[in-house]
């Protein structure tokens, strides 16, 4: 990104509230993940935190449709700081029962922390859309992701340093703290909702009004094969190769390479991810699908490490690469996303993206390490690579992926008859004048006739 079209980003003071929130929220976020297991393991043991993430898990999948309805009916700021309000209450209950107490309150905190982020997830990729124009949303996506990267990475070692400074139950109020910063930003901001809905659309409510809706939202991904195409490309990439990576890069480097390894690999990864969301910026190609699929191929690169014992510094090289693809293609994808489709429905939309790209995410956390133990770690890292492959590319044959955007439709109906050209003032076409030339010529030989006549 230029730094012209940051300054333009910034100087807007709507999305620099909206950013600013955004990112604060990250970085609390971040805290959660590393201080939630520093509470509940030591008291009640590897398995209970297991459970909870597997809770939070189950009911953001549960709800996302849901969330996304609730994004396009309502207005989009107000959903996520009702998220925030929900985070809020969560995490309270994680700072009480986590370490102590009756286990339902602590599920209750998980299953509320899942309701949040269904809610946020479909109602900020729109809110984003709805708070910058058109022309800059490509940027914007890629500053909205590097900057959570930069803020995970920032929270992470925050947390790092509270936890050897302070307790980690002093460190989740911290976390606290920037929930309530992002909320005062989402109250600040108020954004209108897209399309007021007309007074009978008002008053349908019910389940049976949100599962019509989000139908309807399913109807608009349907209409357009490029999106689903994807979104399948998506849910194949995440079963075979990016969820099974959350377990196997962590279990293979700390075997190869010590418990310290993963540190500097995480650290590579964040670093590429940031650098891939800047680069994705930057392509301003009139075929930005394909640009997106070439920069998913060196994901390969990680497989090919789990199965062949390389340096720990070409493994950090590999992850890094591999993450710089990962975020160019994430900026053009949700750019393209957020201008194919109407505002209205763009809750519904990003909700299906994200229930297609991570629904089957919990699934493939569970089964990697016993798919490894089945067939050895060589042929599923094949199997990865395979996949990743045929489905990168295979979607570049159905139209629009290519531009992702829709092709034009070609007109139907009869073609408009070509309006005759405007006569230049103070003259008469050739045709006009050979035709009154004739008639004169006529009427002077009937005068000579008539003559003779006479």
Not at 117 to 126: D, G, I, Q, T
Not at 284 to 309: E, F, I, Q
């Amino acid at each position: 990104m230029t730094q012209a079209r940051a300054r333009t980003l910034l100087r807007d003071r709507r999305y620099r509230t909206f950013w600013l929130g955004q990112v604060t929220s990250t970085l609390g976020n971040q805290l959660t993940i590393v201080v939630l297991p520093a509470l509940v393991v030591p008291s009640r043991g590897p398995g209970m935190f297991g459970l909870l993430l597997a809770v939070e898990s189950v009911v953001m999948g549960v709800l996302l449709l849901v969330g996304g309805v609730v994004a396009d009916r309502y207005s989009r700021s107000v959903v996520m700081a009702i998220s925030d309000v929900f985070r809020l209450v969560g995490v309270g209950g994680f700072l009480l029962f986590a370490s102590r107490g009756p286990l339902l309150p602590l599920l209750l905190a998980a299953a509320l922390t899942g309701a949040g982020a269904a809610l946020y997830e479909p109602a900020h990729r729109a809110a984003l859309a709805q708070v910058v124009e058109e022309d800059l949303r490509q940027q914007a996506n890629a500053f909205d992701s590097a900057t959570k990267r930069v803020g995970g990475l920032v929270g992470s070692l925050l947390a790092g340093l509270l936890l050897a400074n302070i307790s980690p139950p002093r460190t989740l109020l911290v976390d606290l703290a920037t929930i309530a910063i992002s909320l005062v930003t989402l109250v600040w901001l108020r954004l209108p909702r897209v399309q007021p809905a007309p007074e009978e659309e008002q008053e349908e409510q019910g389940l049976a009004a949100v599962f019509a809706e989000a139908k309807a939202g399913l109807a608009e991904v349907r209409r357009r094969p490029w999106v689903s195409a994807v979104m399948l490309q998506g849910t194949a990439q995440v079963f075979f190769l990016f969820g099974p990576n959350y377990v196997l890069v962590p279990m293979v480097s700390q075997q190869r390479y010590g418990i310290e390894a993963f540190g500097w690999v995480s650290a590579a990864t964040f670093v590429g991810s940031v650098l891939g969301s800047m680069a994705g910026s930057k392509v301003t190609s009139k075929r930005p699908g394909l640009w997106a699929m070439n920069a998913l191929t060196p994901c390969l690169l990680t497989p090919v490490c789990l199965m062949v014992d390389v340096p720990l510094w070409l493994f950090c090289a590999a992850m890094a690469v591999g993450s710089v693809g990962v975020g160019c293609f994430m900026v053009l994808w949700y750019t393209a996303l957020q201008n194919e489709f109407p505002e209205e429905v763009q809750g519904r939309v990003f909700a299906l993206e994200a229930l297609a790209s991570f629904g089957l995410q919990p699934i493939a956390l569970a089964t990697a390490p016993a798919l490894v133990a089945l067939m050895g770690i060589t042929p599923f890292a094949v199997l990865a690579v395979i996949v990743l492959l045929i489905s990168t590319y295979a979607v570049l044959i159905v139209p629009g992926t290519v531009r992702l955007a829709s092709p034009p439709k070609p007109s139907s109906g009869p073609k408009p008859e070509p309006k005759p050209e405007p006569k230049a003032p103070g003259r008469e076409p050739e045709e006009a004048l050979e035709q009154e030339r004739e008639r004169e010529t006529a009427d002077r030989l009937d005068q000579r006739s008539g003559n003779v006549t006479s």
